[in-house]
């Protein structure tokens, strides 16, 4: 399976070609990709004065700015969180995802993951057990990322030039 982790903000312009993209990917690879959309503390994501939500996040900014590294620009997205030969960045322009997507999928993985979740409304708590079972040796350090997103959000983003009030925003 496959990890996309998109930065996109709800004045970016060029994010719900972005958006598209990422949506084109996971109907091709049912149950295979999954994504987050990531809003950084910048001006892309500033909201609009009439919104009910600020998506912006500090961890966002922080992965981008410090973790990733940001070529300058959004969307852009970490497949897998890999480096990918050749390039210069994690993070990676909406015309590479499709194929870096497929080239992951097509790759042997040396942990296979799996979840499972509880979630306890009287509380307002969910429990997540993640278990690894790795198929390989693996030598460099791992860590885990347990991200929970929501959809189907509506409110303002730029597409273009027009702003479009009514903007069905997923996996935020």
Known sequence: NVVIEEFTGVRCPNCPQGHDIIANIKAANPNRVFSVSLHPQNSLGAP?????????????TDLMMNYFGWPGFEPVAAIDRKLFSGETYILLDKSAWTTKVAAELAATTPVNLSLSSNFDSTNNEVTVVAELHYTQNVTEENKLTILIAESDIVTAQLDGADVDTFYNHKDV
């Open 48 to 60: 609009y004065s009439y919104s009910a939500h600020d998506f912006r996040t500090a961890i966002a």
